[in-house]
Nanobody, 119 residues
Framework: QVQLVESGGGLVQPGGSLRLSCAAS????????MGWYRQAPGMQRELVAT???????NYADSVKGRFTISRDNTKNTVYLQMNSLKPEDTAVYYC?????????????WGQGTQVTVSS
């Protein structure tokens, strides 16, 4: 059984920073792409950032220059460093990963962590 567990969400003032973590555990052979998505109330889930196993990254235009995605393959963990946070960044943040448990690859979601940006 594979699980993705997020941590690091919370309440922060505009202009502040937070660092989210997402650790994969269970029977894992390898992890391909990992990413972060977010969903605000009444809105569809949207891409925030993705990262390949080799470290290539992709960001939503709304977070470029403010957020940084990274990963530690030895710990099966992906991170999201969020700086210069804005009220419109308020959402539940979800990590996802494509995980190989040989011979199959399965897409997983984490349970989500709330990020609230407010004064």
């Amino acid at each position: 059984q594979v699980q993705l567990v997020e941590s690091g969400g919370g309440l922060v003032q505009p202009g502040g920073s937070l660092r989210l973590s997402c650790a994969a555990s269970g029977t894992i052979s390898s992890i391909s792409a990992m990413g972060w998505y977010r969903q605000a109330p009444g809105m569809q889930r949207e891409l925030v950032a993705t990262i390949t196993r080799g470290g290539s990254t992709n960001y939503a235009d709304s977070v470029k220059g403010r957020f940084t995605i990274s990963r530690d393959n030895t710990k099966n963990t992906v991170y999201l460093q969020m700086n210069s946070l804005k009220p419109e960044d308020t959402a539940v943040y979800y990590c996802d990963a494509d995980i190989w448990t040989i011979p199959t690859i399965t897409h997983y979601w984490g349970q989500g962590t709330q990020v609230t940006v407010s004064s």
